[in-house]
Each structure stands twice: as C-alpha cells, then as structure tokens.
C-alpha cells in the first residue's frame, strides 16, 4: 500500500488516487484526463527522508516526546527509545504501513503532500507540532 494513500494531492489541490499494479504501488495523477502512474515508492521515499532528516535534527526532542507517549520515562525507555531514533532509515519504514486511523489523522491536522503532474514532490505541508511546554 502507499504510505501516504489520500494524503497526496496535485498543485490544483486535485486528490491523487492509488493503484495496484503487478504487485507495485503507483500514485495515479490526473493530468486533463491522462492518468499518470508514478511508483508510490518513489514520492513516498522523498516524503519520509525529508521526515526523518527533520527528526534527526531535533532527535532529543522527539525522545522526549515519545517517551511521554509510551508513559514511561526511565533511563532504559530512553535508551531504546534513543537507538530507534538513530538507526531508522527510509527502508525500513517503507517496508511499513501507515495506519488508516494514523493517514486520517494527519490529514486532519493538514498534512499534505503536493506533486506536479510528474509525481515530483513540490511541498510538503506539516503540521506544527504542539509545545510540550505549554501541556505541563
């Protein structure tokens, strides 16, 4: 399945559909009619690398965050938590799922993935991420 499937969409703010074809897949992008079918792979690989660069820039933070997620702050947590953080590639969650509830969520708080009609990645809309600060 795509990893973003209903969360990529073109400059005109046009959905993009998926398909599955010979077990691969594909965004598929209306251009005037003409259905472009570009690998998922490779929108989805750009999508996650500029992801994960982020995360690893602010990797003490995002501990931080998960960490209070899991509920549990002990220095073992934090170790494991730490070692995800810096040994996750782009394969590895390319060979994942996002959750429908996960997609529908993002897509809520505005996240959004925008192509041209060629499937290359023009912008990535994010969500801000909440002050932790301002929950305590």
Request: proline share 2%; aromatic share 8%.
């Given at each position: 399945?795509a990893?973003?499937e ?42 996650l ?57 993002l ?9 041209d ?20």
């Amino acid at each position: 399945m795509a990893f973003f499937e209903g969360l990529v969409e073109t400059e005109d703010g046009a959905k993009v559909e998926t398909a599955l074809i010979g077990g691969e897949d594909f965004y598929v992008i209306d251009d005037q009619g003409f259905r472009r079918h570009v690998e998922a792979a490779a929108i989805d690989r750009v999508v996650l690398s500029q992801f994960l660069e982020q995360m690893q820039e602010h990797r003490s933070e995002a501990s931080q965050v998960m960490m209070k997620l899991m509920g549990s702050e002990d220095l073992f947590t934090k170790a494991a938590v730490d070692s995800t953080l810096k040994n996750i590639n782009v394969d590895q969650v390319l060979g994942s799922t996002l959750p429908a509830d996960a997609r529908q969520w993002l897509g809520m708080l505005g996240f959004k993935i925008v192509t041209d009609y060629h499937g290359d990645v023009i912008r990535v809309d994010m969500p801000a991420a909440p002050d932790m600060e301002d929950e305590e």
